[in-house]
């Protein structure tokens, strides 16, 4: 078995995505839906690169930073408000 796929497959039930890169094709999309993922998700994200990857020169990858924006994320102020209550009034009718 390909180690590439045991990590893989060890990773996920604890990862939101796996990302296993072997060629430059597919490398950047890989890799942006890696990061867009546990950025999203607020989770844990298994990326795999090829050793073999790391010296190849490819015309696509600059020095440029790539744009990069997510949505803020929304809270639900009325049950954050709730268990707030909920918790203080369950810790003010504990007893010592």
Request: aromatic content about 8%.
């Amino acid at each position: 078995m390909n180690a590439s796929i045991a990590g893989l497959r060890c990773f996920q039930t604890v990862t939101c995505y796996q990302a296993v890169v072997n060629n430059l094709e597919d490398a950047h999309e890989m890799l942006d839906t890696a990061i867009s993922t546990t950025l999203k998700e607020s989770k844990p994200v298994y990326i795999s690169i090829s050793c073999n990857l790391a010296a190849i020169p490819y015309p696509t990858f600059s020095r440029e930073p790539v744009p990069f924006s997510l949505s803020p994320k929304l809270s639900n102020q009325m049950g954050l408000e709730a268990v707030v209550e909920a918790a203080a009034d369950f810790h003010g009718n504990m007893s010592v």
